[in-house]
T-cell receptor
Framework: DVKVTQSSRYLVKRTGEKVFLECVQDMDHENMFWYRQDPGLGLRLIYFSYDVKMKEKGDIPEGYSVSREKKERFSLILESASTNQTSMYLC???????????????FGQGTRLTVV | KNQVEQSPQSLIILEGKNCTLQCNYTVSPFSNLRWYKQDTGRGPVSLTI?????NTKSNGRYTATLDADTKQSSLHITASQLSDSASYIC????????????FGTGTLLAVQP
């Protein structure tokens, strides 16, 4: 059974703290993604990585950074958490597209982050 | 602009009834479209994929259709169950090897007893 595992289901952090969200996949996928999901806005891409040590900014990268030192692990870092970063964070992975049928993204269970 | 739009935003139906969710896209070039189901507090899970050449595909009580000419897809749920209560998200990939995904904002379905 394929799996994308996020390190925490729920997190509460204080404003200004540095926050690490970890994601691990066991499918040997090249692509990994971090999204945030807010009511009425759907999923918005924060960062994308298509290979180890490679990253691309998504639609809303401000206030975030990422790290991909190993193929299976993709970390999202909130350098200084703010209340407007309270959200559901979803990690996903997928095979690099070579065949249109292989574009399924597999998602983790999500981390609900509250910044107080 | 590459976009995916879904309607309705939310829907309430009684258990046992049928419903249809809509997805319109402007993504080009187009290769496929996926429907995901997202239960409350969980990550989305793929229900079905529609490729360019497919018109209809069933997965149990879920039937997806695709009209590539009008750039529309629908997801029909038959004989709804309480467990169908979820958000249904339409997703279209765009781009070359980097596999960028364009997400709709989803339809929130509530099935009531």
């Amino acid at each position: 059974d394929v799996k994308v595992t996020q390190s925490s289901r729920y997190l509460v952090k204080r404003t200004g703290e540095k926050v690490f969200l970890e994601c691990v996949q066991d499918m040997d996928h090249e692509n990994m993604f971090w999204y945030r999901q807010d009511p009425g806005l759907g999923l918005r891409l924060i960062y994308f990585s298509y290979d180890v040590k490679m990253k691309e900014k998504g639609d809303i990268p401000e206030g975030y950074s990422v790290s991909r030192e190993k193929k299976e692990r993709f970390s999202l870092i909130l350098e200084s958490a703010s209340t407007n970063q309270t959200s559901m964070y979803l990690c996903a992975s997928s095979r690099r597209r070579g065949d249109s049928l292989n574009t399924e993204a597999f998602f983790g269970q999500g981390t609900r982050l509250t910044v107080v | 602009k590459n976009q995916v739009e879904q309607s309705p935003q939310s829907l309430i139906i009684l258990e046992g009834k049928n419903c249809t969710l809509q997805c319109n896209y402007t993504v080009s070039p187009f290769s496929n479209l996926r429907w995901y189901k997202q239960d409350t507090g969980r990550g989305p899970v793929s229900l079905t994929i529609m490729t360019f050449s497919e018109n209809t595909k069933s997965n149990g009580r879920y039937t997806a259709t695709l009209d590539a000419d009008t750039k529309q897809s629908s997801l029909h749920i038959t004989a709804s169950q309480l467990s169908d209560s979820a958000s249904y998200i339409c997703v279209v990939p765009w781009g070359g090897a980097t596999n960028k995904l364009i997400f709709g904002t989803g339809t929130l379905l509530a099935v009531q007893p």
